[in-house]
């Protein structure tokens, strides 16, 4: 399994994908998303946030860059939309290290300290309401994440 794609028609249907992946996530697993301003990434966050079981209200970090919600996982979010260069050291690291799963809006923007395994997912503008949502594992774990949950 390379790649999945899955077309959504509300911002509802996005969380639900989302609440879904959620379930499958465990300690240390870092999903990174690609899109353009509103296609939705913090939209899917919310829908991974709910599915950790967290009960605060997510909101884009954009001024913070990282924001942590406790779960049945932490959930770190980051939105490194505002970095000045790729290589700032803002601890990601220790992140992407921790117990927690990360999140990182566009993920692209801090290429070189992503880590190599990870999932990717690109959300795409389709008209109205209307996103193309496309999964790409990086690794085995990740793989292996993506054949759990569109198997079925
Ligand atoms: P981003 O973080 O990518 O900039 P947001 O999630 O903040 O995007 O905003 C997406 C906007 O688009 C929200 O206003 C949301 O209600 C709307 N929207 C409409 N359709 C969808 C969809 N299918 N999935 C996600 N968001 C959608
Ligand atoms: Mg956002």
């Excluded at 639900?16 to 996530?25: I, P, S």
């Excluded at 829908?47 to 779960?71: H, M």
């Excluded at 690291?93 to 801090?110: K, P, Q, S």
Aim: hydrophobic fraction near 40%.
């Amino acid at each position: 399994m390379k790649q999945v794609e899955l077309v959504v028609h509300s911002p509802e249907e996005t969380k639900t994908v989302a609440r879904r992946l959620a379930e499958y996530l465990e300690p240390g697993m870092v999903i990174a998303l690609e899109g353009d301003l509103g296609a939705g990434k913090t939209t899917f966050t919310k829908g991974l946030a709910e599915g950790l079981g967290i009960t605060q209200t997510v909101n884009s970090p954009t001024f913070t860059i990282v924001k942590q919600y406790e779960g049945r996982l932490p959930l770190y979010h980051m939105d490194v939309y505002r970095l000045e260069d790729e290589w700032e050291d803002l601890g990601f690291d220790e992140y992407f290290a921790g117990d927690g799963v990360t999140v990182v809006e566009w993920a692209h923007l801090i290429a070189g300290q992503l880590p190599k395994e990870r999932l990717t997912v690109f959300l795409f503008h389709r008209g109205g309401d209307e996103r193309l949502l496309c999964f790409e594992p990086s690794g085995e774990r990740y793989e292996q994440l993506c054949k759990e949950i569109f198997a079925s």
